[in-house]
């Protein structure tokens, strides 16, 4: 017997249409979060933080996809609704064009890349994993807003659409998975001990650090010849 498709990825995509048709930029924000925030919080507090983490990633999949092509349908729509793509959208155009900007200086994406797995192991530790996964919705909804843009601005758009999300950022995504869902326990085992929520997601957090780690040192590496193919996949 086929299994069924876990619920909140049913109902991912009613939900964005209906944020979309909304007057204000918030349902796109908060919405798809509160889809998944039953399913992974009832993993989370079970102790199965590899369950809580595998959904987490589904959600990011989803979102990202109906995100990109929300934005290549509704250009303008999207660009009204999502916090940050324009202001994104423009700087990462500017940086494929001219190689100018933080993309692709260690020394000033560092400090970012740090806050953000700061800032999103602290929400995660405090909420459960509530605030996180809305901080990951900020994230994913700019950073999938400029790849749609990008597919719009192409002579070949299957180039933005193979190489828009670049390893690093994959890697990303799925390091500060791993390591939102393994701060995410004590939250739910406050009654059980502090010691014993860290300890179920010891191994995980170790795997997320170190992706997060990996995605550092693959965009160092990496950031100016995959610029180059997304300048090739604009036709300048």
């Known amino acids: 017997m086929a299994s069924r498709a876990p619920g909140f990825a049913v109902a991912l995509p009613v939900v964005f ?16 979060p509160l889809v998944l925030l039953p399913t992974y919080a009832r993993a989370v507090a079970a102790g199965r933080l590899g ?11 989803l979102l990202s996809a109906l995100t990109v092509a929300a934005t290549c349908l509704f250009p303008e729509r999207m660009a009204e609704r999502v916090f940050h793509g324009p202001a994104y959208r423009d700087e990462m155009l500017a940086w494929i064009r001219t190689g100018e900007g933080a993309e692709g200086e260690i020394r000033f994406f560092l400090p970012q890349h740090l806050a953000h797995l700061a800032l999103l192991l602290v929400a995660s530790f405090a909420s459960g994993g509530a605030a996180g996964l809305l901080l990951g919705a ?41 390591a939102a869902a393994a701060v ?11 010691a014993a929520g860290l300890g179920r997601g010891r191994r995980l957090l170790v795997a997320g ?18 610029r180059l193919l997304l300048k090739f996949g604009l036709g300048e």
């Open 184 to 194: 995410s326990g004590p939250f739910h085992a406050r009654f059980r001990g502090l």
């Open 138 to 178: 900020f994230l994913l909804n700019y950073m999938n807003f400029y790849v749609g843009s990008l597919v719009l601005a192409s002579a070949r758009p299957l180039v933005p659409l193979a190489l828009g999300w670049p390893i690093w950022s994959v890697v990303r995504v799925v390091g500060f998975v791993l």
């Open 17 to 32: 249409a209906l944020a979309l048709l909304a007057p204000s930029r918030w349902p796109l924000l908060v919405l798809p």
């Open 51 to 61: 369950d809580a983490a595998r959904a987490a990633l589904l959600w990011a999949a």
């Open 209 to 226: 650090l170190a992706l997060a780690a990996l995605d550092i040192l693959l965009k160092h590496l990496l950031a100016d010849s995959w």
